[in-house]
């Protein structure tokens, strides 16, 4: 990435204008209003001090630990296979990923639409350094094609309007009417939510957030106001997982606020069988 590529992708947080680059490390918009692009190869736009809660680096790296041992590589595949069936009418394309972790699915998004574009987007600094630098980058230093920004889901994205092709949204917050105006007409909006059976063995310890309900259901009512349903493959599976796997998989997750991982996973027989079930749901965008 560049501070051009990067630019190419924002609008102002505060006056909503056009970013552009101003010197290597360095964007502003045309009313003065400029921030520092980190060396890694991202900028933060988070406003003011308010305690936000994301992903710790401890997190992180449990989700590194579980997802590179390639326990959900399955989901990766097919979301990206998904995508990438797409790419003949979007080739090459704008891709954005929110609440992108580690990077692990936009690194398989990649891998499949190589001369496409890549701006990874979480709360967590430490998330968005990770995507930058497993897509290959760092300012000046590579030629990766993955631009990292910190933001806010909730808040108005400091993303232009009309600028992606597919917004990638796995298991992270969503904002319908956000997403809808940084896609282009004819974009995808693609959504990786639990089934009510993912973990289940972990949940009946205590060691995972129950799914809520009719999940589906309740996705695509709360998006209809913006995007249709055009697909949805499910996947399931059930995983044999060694107790530092299931160790990795608590840690990664919310119940590691308030889980010694490590000891409840040792004292639970659940890493004979823990089941894996996901929805890949593809939206597209209404309106003009
Ligand atoms: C369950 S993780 C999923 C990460 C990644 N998509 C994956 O599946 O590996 C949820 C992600 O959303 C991020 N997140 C939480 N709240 C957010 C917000 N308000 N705005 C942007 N990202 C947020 C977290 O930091 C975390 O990286
Ligand atoms: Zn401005």
């Not at 590529?5 to 056009?18: D, K």
């Not at 809808?180 to 004819?186: S, T």
């Amino acid at each position: 990435m560049s501070t051009q590529t990067l630019s190419a992708w924002l609008r102002c947080p505060n006056c909503f204008q056009r970013m552009s680059a101003r010197g290597p490390l360095t964007v502003a918009c045309a009313n003065g209003h400029s921030f520092d692009v980190n060396k890694r190869g991202f900028v933060n736009m988070v406003a003011g001090s308010r305690r936000l809660t994301f992903d710790s680096a401890a997190m992180l790296d449990a989700r590194d630990s579980f997802l590179e041992a390639g326990w959900y590589s399955e989901l990766r595949a097919t979301l990206a296979a998904t995508a990438a069936a797409l790419s003949p009418a979007l080739s090459p394309a704008s891709v954005i990923d929110i609440g992108c972790g580690t990077g692990y699915y936009l690194r398989g998004v990649q891998e499949l639409l190589p001369d496409s574009a890549f701006l990874a987007v979480d709360l967590s600094p430490s998330a968005v350094a990770r995507a930058v630098r497993s897509g290959g980058v760092g300012v000046g230093v590579s030629v990766g094609n993955v631009d990292g920004l910190v933001a806010n889901v909730w808040s108005p994205l400091p993303i232009k309007d009309q600028c992606a092709d597919l917004v990638l949204n796995v298991f992270a917050p969503r904002n319908a009417s956000e997403f809808h105006r940084i896609l282009r007409p004819r974009g995808t909006l693609m959504v990786v939510i639990p089934q009510e059976e993912h973990l289940q063995e972990l949940r009946a310890f205590g060691l995972a957030l129950d799914v809520q309900p009719d999940k589906h259901r309740h996705l695509v009512e709360a998006l209809s106001a913006h995007f249709a349903l055009q697909s949805t493959t499910r996947l399931s599976t059930v995983m044999s997982l060694s107790p530092p796997a299931v160790a990795a998989l608590i840690a990664m997750g919310p119940s590691s606020h308030h889980a010694q991982a490590d000891t409840r996973a040792d004292a639970s027989p659940t890493h004979k069988g823990v089941t894996a079930a996901f929805e890949i749901l593809s939206f597209s965008r209404l309106g003009t």
